[in-house]
């Protein structure tokens, strides 16, 4: 009786080993899994858009004969001219813009000059209020083979003649521009022209932006 009871206790005692064991083994590995967080969003950088390159074209051959500016209701002829001792000759008219046929065709590249009298024989000329002209407004030429480009303004200032920089005012060369050029204020006796000149700088509408701030291109000399 005694081995049966002790026999008894012994399976007992195995028995909760034996559960507890599994208790222990299942619990672990049955353990909830640590929550997972899921990743932080990638953010992904939007590149910026290229420009879209300026066409190119063939430089223009024909010379430009009409100048348009609506906001001044310009419509005035254009008269091919050379130089005298080094300086551009000007049509004696109010009526006509001359244009310095030893520099660019406006549109090319390097610089085209255009240039008017603001009074000519007690007539004023075209392009005397050119300096009332905002940034953006248009420029037409018209050409000899009666094509039309549109240019728009970059820039205008007023020089004091005896300190603009007329070298870089007058230069050749650099990007397709036209610098449009007059007379401001009376003409002064001793001289025989005026003491101020108006220069104005037009860039062809497809290459054209809006310079911000507004550009001085030629600060005055001291």
């Given amino acids: 009786m005694r081995n049966k009871s002790s026999l008894l206790l012994f399976l007992c005692l195995a028995a909760v080993v034996l559960i507890a064991g599994g208790a222990v083994y299942f619990g672990f590995y049955y353990s909830a899994p640590e929550e997972v967080l899921p990743p932080d969003p990638i953010e992904e950088e939007i590149p910026e858009p290229e420009p879209e390159p300026i066409p190119e074209r063939e430089p223009l051959e024909a010379w430009p004969v009409r100048m348009y500016i609506p906001a001044l209701g310009i419509d005035a002829a254009i008269q091919d001219t050379g130089s005298s001792q080094g300086v551009m000759e000007i049509v004696p008219s109010a009526d006509i813009i001359s244009w310095f046929r030893g520099a660019a065709i406006p549109g090319n590249d390097g610089n ?38 549109k240019f728009m303004l970059e820039s205008v200032f007023v020089y004091a003649l005896a300190t603009a920089p007329a070298h870089l005012i007058m230069d050749a060369g650099g990007e397709a521009r036209v610098t449009v050029i ?16 108006i220069v ?15 550009i001085e291109p030629f600060p005055p000399m001291e």
């Fill in 112 to 149: 085209c000059f255009l240039a008017g009298h603001n009074n000519w024989g007690g007539v004023n000329g075209p392009l005397m209020e050119m300096d009332t002209l905002n940034i953006g407004d248009e420029m037409d030429i018209e050409y000899a083979d009666g094509t039309r480009l």
């Fill in 182 to 197: 007059t007379c401001k204020g009376p003409v002064n006796a001793s001289t025989g022209t005026s003491d101020y000149r």
């Fill in 200 to 214: 104005a700088i037009f860039k062809e509408d497809r290459v054209f932006e809006i310079p911000d701030p507004p």
